[in-house]
């Protein structure tokens, strides 16, 4: 199986910092990386495919990039309704494999 | 626009069988595949499977072989997981999600299934 590694595990900055998230697959996948949203006691939302591709409705504010096996979430300019975890998975390989998460917090 | 209705929480004993409906709609059910993910408490997400909606194909999950089946019922616009001789470390929230191929892009809401004697 692909693993996937997220760093950090948690961050806190303040409204309106840039928030950057690494996800490390341990063997290449090309761009077939996807990012997911989750708030507490909430389903995940979609907000990346394909490595850089927003989902329709997603904020501008959300960006992601990468290929082959390091990728990066960013957050141009944190809202406090960005708090969350995020998840980054692989759907490159059977089975598809989630990274292990990273919490989003104000400062 | 795209809902993906997942049925109600479950309590079931060790050994019993669950199954978790997710009503689509919004789109044209025949074209977007569904998958199947659980995640335990305080756990990451884990895929357990999914249904190609372009050819009716399925794959599951090595961990979940031989206990898990996804089935469809197009007329109902309804896909269907069931998991079988359940275990306590079983307990999980149950999400569908729908997309094209192995892209997700829509999720249901979930669904609680607790197994416990």
């Known amino acids: 199986d692909i693993q996937m590694t997220q760093v950090p595990s948690s961050v806190s900055a303040s409204v309106g910092d840039r928030v950057t998230i690494t996800c490390r697959a341990s063997?290449?996948?090309?761009?077939?990386l996807a990012w997911f949203q989750q708030k507490p006691g909430e389903a995940p939302k979609s907000l990346i495919y394909?490595?850089?591709s927003l989902i329709t409705g997603v904020p501008s504010r959300f960006s992601g990039s990468g290929s082959g096996t390091d990728f990066t979430l960013t957050i141009s300019s944190l809202q406090p309704e960005d708090v969350a975890t995020y998840y980054c998975?692989?759907?490159?390989?059977?089975?598809?494999?989630f990274g292990g998460g990273t919490k989003v917090e104000i400062k | 626009q795209v809902q993906l209705v997942q049925s109600g929480a479950e309590v079931k004993k060790p050994g019993a069988s669950v199954k978790v409906a997710c009503k689509t709609s919004?789109?044209?059910?025949?074209?977007?595949?569904i998958h199947w993910v659980r995640q335990a408490p305080g756990q990451r997400p884990e895929w357990m499977g999914w249904?190609?909606?372009?050819?009716?194909?399925?794959k599951y999950a090595q961990n979940f072989q031989g206990r898990v089946a996804i089935t469809r019922d197009t007329s109902a616009s309804t896909v269907y997981m069931e998991l079988s001789r359940l275990r306590s470390e079983d307990t999980a929230v149950y999400y569908c999600?729908?997309?094209?191929?192995?892209?997700?892009?829509?999720w249901g809401q979930g669904t609680l299934v607790a197994v416990s004697s």
């Open positions: 999600a729908s997309g094209v191929g192995l892209r997700v892009a829509y």
């Open positions: 249904f190609n909606g372009g050819d009716g194909d399925r």
């Open positions: 998975q692989q759907y490159k390989n059977y089975p598809l494999t």
């Open positions: 919004g789109y044209k059910f025949t074209s977007y595949s």
């Open positions: 063997q290449g996948i090309s761009d077939s």
């Open positions: 394909s490595a850089s």
